[in-house]
Nanobody, 125 residues
Framework: VQLQASGGGLVQAGGSLRLSCAASGRTFRSYGTGWFRQAPGKDREFVAALSRSSSGTYYADFAKGRFTISRDNAKNTVYLQMNSLKPEDTAVYYC???????????????????WGQGTLVTVSS
């Protein structure tokens, strides 16, 4: 499966963005899907994830209440709605997917086998 992330851009603090992760090559409704981010000089960190069955959603503490992950199976796309953005949310955001990922590993980037190319989110103060 190939993943294409999009939707990043420049936004003022307090604004919103919706990131998209479109999959091609295979239907990935049965894949666990995650969003990660990496700021300059920092490690890649978990943002949010959707379990393989879409029955569960998981968020980093900083994302709870502000970000929402969702899936549109008809469009083979996973979204990350980001509201109330802060300057510290500035990073390259990556989507990832894996057909075998289990809940206990869903926050671990190295457990995902497929990655999109990243989309830059810049939040100005």
């Amino acid at each position: 499966v190939q993943l294409q992330a999009s939707g990043g851009g420049l936004v003022q603090a307090g604004g919103s963005l919706r990131l998209s992760c479109a999959a091609s090559g295979r239907t990935f409704r049965s894949y666990g899907t995650g969003w990660f981010r990496q700021a300059p000089g920092k490690d890649r960190e978990f943002v949010a994830a959707l379990s393989r069955s879409s029955s569960g959603t998981y968020y980093a503490d900083f994302a709870k209440g502000r970000f929402t992950i969702s899936r549109d199976n008809a469009k083979n796309t996973v979204y990350l709605q980001m509201n109330s953005l802060k300057p510290e949310d500035t990073a390259v955001y990556y989507c990832a997917a894996d057909p075998s990922i289990i809940i206990s590993s869903i926050r671990l980037p190295h457990r995902y086998g497929y990655w999109g190319q990243g989309t830059l989110v810049t939040v100005s103060s």
